[in-house]
């Protein structure tokens, strides 16, 4: 990736956490969640199935999935771990996961977790050592899962955040 473009990027990625990039900043979206908060997920008028719907997933999840991603592309790029592909079964085990012990400490070791591969991703984008062709397309991928974020966090009645 050209040293512009890979700058650029990166600075797209820091302005979504901080500021947000059309929307609101990642940082603000997951603040001020409670457990219970973050766990629940929508009831569809007529569902086919029992709750919760199928494919709607919580804040937690979708806040779960995106760093099964980013770590996923993270060891894919590290000198340590090249080319060490996610197998099914991590797919399986860690992709959109249930939640099953819902507690504060479990959401803020979420929490944390997520703000470390934030870091660890903008620090792989600073690196010119490192082959990020793939990273950049975590920025659209996570602007997407925000979407659905604060669309849930619209749902559970919180306001829009400035």
Known sequence: MEPIARQQILTW??????EGL???SWEKS??????????????L?????PPPAPGIHSIWQNVLHMIFCRESWLRRISPET????TTPQEVAASNFPVITEVSEAAWQQANDRFLATQQRVAAALADPSLDVVH????L???????????????MLGFKHIE
């Open 45 to 49: 008028a007529n569902a086919p199935t």
């Open 140 to 154: 659209p991928h996570d602007c997407y899962h925000f979407g659905q974020i604060n669309l849930l966090r619209a």
């Open 30 to 43: 997951l603040d001020g969640l409670t457990a219970h908060q973050a766990a629940w997920s929508p009831v």
């Open 13 to 18: 990625w820091n302005d979504a956490w901080r």
């Open 22 to 24: 059309w929307a609101a």
């Open 135 to 138: 990273l950049p397309y975590l």
């Open 82 to 85: 090249r080319g060490q592909h």
